[in-house]
């Protein structure tokens, strides 16, 4: 017990880096998630093609080979930024592309009828997805949805390589202070974790059940 | 029937369309006069539906002219959203929003695309609602209605938009039996106000009741235009005659 009120401080600092990491990127993929989905199911063929693009760089490239790009890449160009905004954009933009596809099954998923009544009632193409094909869609993908945010809470632990002191990073500093705590160190880093992902998987399910439509 | 002079609401002159090698829709002219209720009738591809559909332009063609009100349908954009808001569609499965309520499907059109206010356009939903029988109905979702008070629905969200046409496909074919009637009642109250109707439907009844035309078509033609008193006792062209046959003899 007493391991853990010694390094209490460095704890919870720790957690609340990891926490507002987590919350920053994905705000950030949340809203270029959606904004991508939206490109990517556009009448206007420039707009898919971007999208497109986008997603299949970010998903295809490893999210430490995405922070290095950010934080030792864009300083070759003369574009500085600090090592915790580096570290929600990169992992912001990265799921962002994981957040469009899981949105573009759940716009594929919304019957096509629902978009021909739509249209008949003349709604304009940004009317339509706005108020029918996405408020569909973002109910059928919560699971998904959930699943992108608990694997983006882990992936957050990349930026402890990049001088980003969150959980993950206490790591090695704790089990360098004392090597025979080192099962101590790893049950407050996991239990770290836990705190966020636990509560998370518990609130995805119950917006599942809450947001379900009637078909 | 009288015939209303002047430019007729809608006409459709040398429409063509294909569905990769199926010609579906060939040479197709057509003209409905404003307060004019036409039936479509015809086999399973015929090419009923698919017609019905291009006056909104759900479905483009390929050739031939389509216009309403002496406009030319235009290209798919805002000018095409705010065409389709005057010609009201009514579907075979509904349609409904199914992640509105009944009431926000029928003020959704006219708050998003009339701008009109939140207060009017719930009141005159309500009002429609009322007309179509499913008042009581309002604050429900599409899934819990059956299928014939969720057909009522979607005339009564066509409606909302005041439109110019309204467009039928099939709006009986997926309810049960019981339940058929009760939409044709609301169909033939709005064709004896006036409103001009394109059905696409199997009911002879509704045909005989409150058609001023039966247009019938067959493999992608029409094959025969007639008054439906005309066209059910004395069909003219073999096809109709068969037609009738297989249907008015069971």
Known sequence: ?215 | MTRPNGEPLVRLSGVNKWFGELHVLQDIELSIDRGEVVVVIGPSGSGKSTLCRTINRLEPIDSGDITIDGKRLPEEGKDLARLRSDVGMVFQSFNLFAHKTILENVTLGPIKVRGQSKADAEKRARELLERVGVSAQADKYPAQLSGGQQQRVAIARALAMDPKVMLFDEPTSALDPEMINEVLDVMTALARDGMTMVVVTHEMGFARRAANRVVFMDGGRIVETAEPENFFTNPQSERAQDFLSKILNH
């Open chain 1, 1 to 215: 017990m007493q391991f853990f009120v010694d390094n209490f401080d460095l704890l919870k600092d720790a957690f609340l880096q990891t926490l507002s990491l987590s919350l920053l990127a994905g705000l950030l993929a949340l809203v270029l998630g959606t904004l991508l989905a939206a490109m990517r199911v556009s009448p206007i063929a420039p707009l898919r093609w971007l999208a497109t693009f986008y997603v299949e760089t970010f998903r295809n490239t490893p999210l430490t080979v995405v922070f290095f790009f950010m934080i030792f890449g864009l300083p070759q160009i003369d574009f500085v930024i600090d090592f915790f905004t580096g570290a929600v954009l990169s992992v912001g933009l990265y799921t962002a592309a994981f957040v469009c596809e899981a949105l573009r099954s759940g716009i594929n998923a919304v019957a096509a009828g629902q978009v021909e009544a739509a249209r008949a009632v003349g709604l304009t193409f940004g009317q339509t997805l706005r108020e029918i094909v996405l408020p569909q869609a973002f109910r059928t993908v919560v699971p998904p949805l959930g699943n992108v945010w608990i694997a983006m809470v882990k992936n957050t632990s990349i930026a402890a390589g990049f001088s980003v002191t969150e959980l993950s990073a206490v790591l090695p500093r704790l089990v360098n202070a004392d090597a025979g705590d080192l099962t101590l160190v790893l049950v407050g880093v996991v239990a770290g974790y836990l705190i966020i992902t636990l509560p998370s998987a518990f609130a995805v399910h119950r917006l599942e059940r809450r947001v379900a439509i009637l078909r």
